[in-house]
């Protein structure tokens, strides 16, 4: 009954769904009594993907979904006290089965915004072991649905907004999960349909879809169909033979076409008429079985006008094979002289769908002006991303204990943005974007027509603006695990994302070699970064002694390869490597 009333909780996703090391951090808090210590969390990305200038942001819904039912079952913990030392204290599992989210809080961008590198997606607080263990099952839900809608904003950008684009890649997904996921963003980033009926059933994603080329090569010619009777559309007036109706329109057609009766393939107007007669009102052929201009066109224009005889109108054709954009063009000029000879004017404009293996650059040949495509059928190369499999989010500490955390590396790029922080957008005059910038929140927020000095990342140097609008871009949806306003619905957030992308200048826009949207730091944000970075080295830099880790932050060491058997039943010895109880030299402890 729950099932039926939440149709979408049976895509939610579960408290497992995560990492082992998500668990031995959660006992590491545990046991140093730090489990209900306040901390908070960024979820952002680095870069970009695709090469372009922006992302769309997802996802937020099945997070908050997640959020408020996590929930470890009796099941979850036993799975876990059988993965975990088996002399761990007992009242580490009854804590988890007490553990929820009732003091968690989750602001993040509304789906369907336009994203930036280093600007959140999400800010999760709460106590310190709790948002730890979120950190995997977020990553998973806002990553790849910001990675898909993201893709399909492209393909929608390259389309134009007059083509009709649908997703048709279930088949070539990364598994059910994965099918339903790029369904559902697919439509939030501008697709207009899918091809998903489980996307249909629980996201409300409109579905479309007629028929394949196994229906119509299922069918000899031979077959008798039972009732081959139709009425007319008005639903007055005899019933006609429909497969007779049609013998008699192809010759008529052959004869205009310049074809030879006997061309066109029995078995596949066969096939066309069995679907006529279950869909009169959405007839659509498959053109391309044997011969577009030989079988399919023929085949399907005498169908089509019989059923127009009747009162009924056919919704299109379908190319699924060779050069798409050269034979929907013919295709088209077929229909124009033959609408003009049997004076069946809708049949020159009747939509032509096309589909097989379309990436960005088929994509844009088949949108040019003149191209005759009105529908096109997208799989694989927006369900898995071909130019970039993965986002590449990060889910990094930036405060506990109400003090400021960074991350320091080698790598300057994968250092992190310390303390807890508001985001604001920047437009000029003319609505356009000028900045985001990423400040602390302590600091009052920027305001309209005062001069700003911000700091632009990956830049030494500070810059002046003086903004006409200010945006707040992080809006509060969970308070210590409760919904503070209605998640908007997914047709709602697709709407939004479009709207957001035409806000987007030309430059940042463009596809290949965009000019790259700036993202800045307040002056007070800045200096903390330059503070935290110039600590002493003796605060984190580690100190090695003969028996191992003496003190400072822990080295990663695989475990001696004589050790004779794993710490505890299906953790192989490499696995070691990885847990909280790994020996290290003579026998010291470090976390891995």
Partial sequence: MAAEQDPEGRAAARPLLTDLYQATMALGYWRAGRAQEAAEFELFFRRCPFGGAFALAAGLRDCVRFVRAFRLTDADVQFLASVLPPDTDPAFFQHLRALDCSGVTVRALPEGSLAFPSVPLLQVSGPLLVVQLLETPLLCLVSYASLI????????????????????GLRRAQGPDGGLTASTYSYLGGFDGSSNMLAGQLRGVPVAGTLAHSFITSFSGTEVPPDPMLAPAAGHGPRVDLAARVETWLERVCGHLGLGVREPH??????????????????????????????????????ALALEELGYQAVGVRLDSGDLLQQAQETRGVFRTVAAQFRVPWLESIPIAVSNNIDEQELARLSQKGSEVDVIGIGTSVVTCPRQPSLGCVYKLVSVGGQPRM???????????????????LLGSDGALLFDVLQLAEEPPPQAGQELRVWPRGTQESCTVRPVHVEPLLRLWVQQGQLCEPLPSLAESRAFA?????????????????????????????AL???????????WTPRASQGGLESGISMRVHPPREDPSPARAGIWPDQLFWLPWTRLGSGRCAAG
């Fill in 149 to 168: 809608a993201t893709n399909a904003a492209r393909l929608r950008l390259i389309a134009g907004p007059e083509k009709r684009l649908l997703e048709l």
């Fill in 266 to 303: 029995r078995g596949e107007r066969a096939a066309f008429v069995a679907y006529a007669l279950a869909f009169p009102r959405a007839f659509q052929g498959l053109l391309d079985t044997y011969s577009v201009q030989r079988s399919g066109l023929p085949n399907f224009l005498a169908v």
């Fill in 407 to 425: 991350k320091l590396t080698e790598d300057p790029e994968k250092q992190t943005l310390p303390g807890s922080k508001a985001a604001f957008r």
């Fill in 498 to 526: 479009q709207q957001s992308l035409s806000r987007l200048s030309p430059a940042h826009r463009r596809l290949e070699q965009p000019a790259l949207y700036q993202v800045a730091l307040s002056e007070k944000l800045r």
């Fill in 529 to 539: 970064v330059d503070r935290l970075s110039a600590e002493p080295a003796t605060h």
